[in-house]
């Protein structure tokens, strides 16, 4: 009995969602961060599995940061709805979350990805305070030609 329980151990539980991602313009991001939370004054929260769903489908003029969050790890706590009736038919990949926020957002956010050029000093201050409470969060940067990986000292 005790070789079916250390199988067990092994064992991964729950829902196998994958990387989901969370656009947002640079307005929000103070807020997100200094909070640890995805909120919405609306029902749900978007998130989407293609991680150009907000290019393909026109919703990208205000994008400025991306979240890469841990799916799996969110399934745990939230139900995850995948969402459709999109024009875009081949490109339904929106899921969404029908909770008020995600908090703590830390708990299943593997990295922060800059695409947009609309952040502040204040921004990236506030970015680089986050990153140092908690480090097992990447960040990278597609602004400009080729994606550049940043450092935790790049933002000073």
Same mark, same amino acid.
């Given at each position: 009995? !005790? +070789? #079916?329980? =250390?199988?067990?151990?092994?064992?991964? @539980?729950?829902? *196998? &969602?994958? #990387?989901?991602?969370?656009?947002?313009?640079?307005?929000? &991001?103070?807020?997100?961060?200094?909070?640890?939370?995805?909120?919405?004054?609306? *029902?749900?929260?978007?998130? !989407?599995?293609?991680?150009?769903?907000?290019? &393909?489908?026109?919703?990208?003029?205000?994008?400025?940061? =991306?979240? &890469?969050?841990?799916?799996?790890?969110?399934?745990? /706590?939230?139900?995850?709805?995948?969402? +459709?009736?999109?024009?875009?038919?081949?490109?339904?990949? @929106?899921? =969404?979350?029908?909770?008020?926020?995600?908090?703590?957002? +830390?708990?299943?956010?593997?990295?922060? @990805?800059?695409?947009?050029? %609309? #952040?502040?000093? %204040?921004?990236?201050?506030?970015? =680089?305070?986050?990153?140092?409470?908690?480090?097992?969060?990447?960040? !990278?940067?597609?602004?400009?030609?080729?994606?550049?990986?940043?450092?935790? /000292?790049?933002?000073?």
């Amino acid at each position: 009995m !005790s +070789s #079916l329980i =250390r199988f067990r151990d092994f064992l991964k @539980e729950g829902k *196998q &969602v994958g #990387l989901l991602y969370h656009i947002t313009p640079a307005e929000n &991001v103070g807020r997100i961060l200094i909070d640890d939370e995805l909120k919405t004054h609306a *029902q749900q929260i978007s998130f !989407s599995r293609d991680k150009r769903f907000w290019i &393909v489908t026109g919703k990208d003029e205000n994008s400025d940061i =991306r979240f &890469v969050i841990d799916g799996d790890k969110l399934s745990h /706590k939230y139900k995850i709805v995948p969402t +459709s009736g999109y024009k875009h038919k081949d490109h339904e990949a @929106e899921e =969404r979350i029908y909770t008020k926020a995600v908090k703590p957002l +830390s708990k299943y956010l593997l990295a922060i @990805e800059i695409i947009g050029k %609309h #952040l502040t000093w %204040h921004d990236l201050t506030l970015l =680089r305070s986050y990153l140092g409470k908690h480090p097992h969060i990447k960040i !990278s940067s597609t602004v400009g030609a080729l994606p550049i990986a940043l450092r935790l /000292k790049d933002l000073l």
